[in-house]
């Protein structure tokens, strides 16, 4: 997915280092549901976060995580 890097480490052994992005979306909601009835692999439930976004996880094929966030509006 991201690249051919073949003295990398792979994700699967950098632990809490293997972020690959984190993505800003306008409906989370929608968008959550749109990854979730399409099997994706959840690494952390939809939530609001007191850093003001609501967000979730998910881990790629290839192991990498990503993060799918929306700023909440006070």
Do not use: A, K, R
């Given at each position: 997915m991201a690249g051919h890097c073949p003295h990398a480490a792979?994700?699967?052994?950098?632990?809490?280092?293997?972020?690959?992005?984190?993505?800003?979306?306008?409906?989370?909601?929608?968008?959550?549901?749109f990854v979730v009835s399409r099997g994706a692999e959840l690494i952390k439930a939809l939530r609001d976060e007191p850093w003001g976004m609501r967000e979730f996880g998910v881990r790629t094929s290839d192991g990498h995580r990503i993060m799918i966030g929306q700023e909440l509006i006070a």
């Open positions: 792979p994700p699967s052994e950098l632990g809490e280092h293997s972020y690959f992005g984190y993505f800003v979306v306008d409906d989370i909601d929608d968008y959550h549901q």
